[in-house]
């Protein structure tokens, strides 16, 4: 107010001393110090302050569907599927795909912790597994505050031992990647905690002997983590078909209704699955926690040595990293 007063000022003034105006009528924009003997002039020029520097618009804008960035999802499954290859939880391969995961998560931004954890021997899909020690990689936001309301976002990295895991898991670690990138440069609903789990693929029969990262994730919660748990997401195959199948634990589920509704913002083909319980949103939602999955079409290749790069679908992966970050944006949220 102060500067558009002094303005004001100093356009009557020159008004005053020399009546100069535009050749449309209005007045013309001040071009400096005018030559005049007048006091009254020269004393409202030199007192009249500069103009403020205009700061550019730094902050970040809420995240929209368009954000993904396929590539970022692409490269993951690829380094992960064609480089690493089969990721068994105990194992070398899988200690060096999730230091991967860790660097590509730190690099955007995000604290990372590990939650180290024990898995007995069994037998992954007629394969047998050793006892060993898995590990849960997880990315939170800068001054990240636990017992405020969140959201997760999770996907596991291990594989079976006889599979490179392209579409079994590197396409969930893969979207969620992506979705991570694009929540980092923006802004989201809620604060978005982004989890590797380690050890979700069976070493024996029953829940008891699967899921094993999420679960610990789940036990290590405080009641008032717990308390604050809007929802989470488990991306767990989802590089494969045309339309995203929604999973819900149950025949229908408030995680599962917002996940499909984010969907047909975006615009994208989804089916709904109930009864859902194949990966790590069981955990969750078996110790009353909300939770829903996205993936699970059927392909060829599944828990195989064919699970390779070129069973994964581009497009797949981006039909579900844009209902993940529509389901994540600040406008048009519905409730889970």
């Known amino acids: 107010m102060h500067r558009l007063a002094s303005s004001v000022a100093l356009t009557a003034a020159l008004f005053a001393v020399g009546g100069c105006s535009s050749s449309e009528g209005g007045p013309r924009p001040d071009p400096g110090p005018a030559p005049s003997s007048s006091p009254s002039s020269s004393a409202e020029e030199t007192t009249t302050e500069p103009p403020a520097p205009v700061e550019p ?5 809420p995240v929209e569907a368009d954000d993904l960035r396929r590539a970022t999802a692409l490269r993951a499954v690829r380094h992960l599927a064609g480089e690493i290859g089969p990721r068994e939880a105990t194992g070398a391969a899988y200690a060096r795909a999730a230091d991967w995961v860790a660097g590509r998560l730190e690099g955007m931004g995000y604290d990372i912790a590990r939650q180290r954890f024990d898995v007995p021997a069994g037998e992954s899909w007629t394969v047998a597994v050793p006892a060993g020690q898995s590990v849960n990689v997880v990315a939170t936001p800068a001054g990240f505050d636990q017992g ?4 997760v976002v999770g996907a596991h990295l ?7 895991g392209a579409e079994d898991n590197a396409s969930g670690v893969g979207v969620m990647l992506a979705v991570a990138e694009a929540a ?3 802004t989201t609903r809620l604060p978005v ?3 590797a789990f380690g050890a979700e693929e069976p070493r024996g029969a029953g829940d008891d002997r699967h899921h094993y990262g999420s679960r610990e994730y789940v036990a290590l919660m405080a009641p008032r983590e717990r308390d604050a748990l809007r929802a989470m997401v488990s991306l767990d195959r989802v590089g494969v078909g045309t339309t995203v199948p929604v999973g819900s634990a149950g025949t229908t589920d408030p995680v599962q209704r917002a996940l499909l509704a984010a969907a047909g913002r975006a615009g994208i083909p989804t089916v709904a699955d109930p009864e859902q319980r194949s990966s790590d949103h069981w955990s969750f939602v078996r110790d009353g926690l909300p939770a829903a999955r996205l993936g699970s079409t059927s392909y060829v290749g599944y828990h195989s040595a064919g699970d390779v790069v070129s069973v994964v679908s581009p497009a797949q992966l981006e039909r579900v990293g844009r209902i993940v970050l529509t389901w994540l944006a600040p406008r048009g949220a519905v409730s889970g």
């Open 158 to 164: 291990d594989t079976v031992p006889q599979a490179p």
């Open 148 to 151: 405020e309301p969140h959201l």
């Open 184 to 186: 980092a440069a923006g």
């Open 57 to 61: 618009d730094t902050a970040p804008g």
């Open 193 to 195: 905690v982004f989890v």
